[in-house]
């Protein structure tokens, strides 16, 4: 799966399991791909090597709250309801021409 940002392909991985959702992009370096957490309203920045945006996303990918270049060891939650919130986490900088109420779309690799 990706999104294009700023005219660019950007890679994304879902964050199913419980250790996935954790641990996010913690003790990650040079962070080229976004990490998407369904059912998801908090997430932490404990153990992270560099900055990065943060989306949080309704049921329609929605931008609700977006957080540009949040550093290492933060927490940031949001009062939704986590049934319908997902997060997405960027490489820092990714954001900057998103605002709150766009809608984003994921598309899937076709492979022919």
């Known amino acids: 799966m990706y999104i294009m940002l700023n005219?660019?392909?950007?890679?994304?991985?879902v964050a199913n399991t419980?250790?996935?959702k954790l641990t996010g992009l913690s003790l990650k370096e040079n962070i080229n791909y976004g990490l998407l957490i369904p059912?998801?309203?908090?997430?932490?920045t404990?153990?992270?090597?560099?900055n990065i945006d943060v989306l949080f996303l309704n049921q329609n990918n929605m931008i609700?709250?977006?957080?540009?270049?949040?550093a290492?060891?933060?927490t940031f939650r949001v009062y939704e309801s986590q049934n319908k919130t997902s997060v997405?986490?960027?490489?820092?900088?990714?954001?900057?021409?998103?605002?709150i109420?766009?809608?984003?779309?994921?598309?899937?690799?076709?492979i022919i």
């Open 7 to 13: 005219n660019k392909k950007i890679p994304i991985k």
């Open 18 to 20: 419980f250790k996935e």
């Open 39 to 44: 059912n998801c309203n908090s997430i932490h």
């Open 46 to 50: 404990f153990f992270m090597y560099e």
């Open 64 to 70: 609700m709250y977006k957080y540009q270049a949040m």
């Open 72 to 74: 290492p060891k933060r």
């Open 88 to 99: 997405l986490e960027l490489p820092q900088n990714t954001s900057k021409d998103l605002k």
């Open 101 to 110: 109420g766009d809608i984003l779309t994921f598309e899937d690799e076709h």
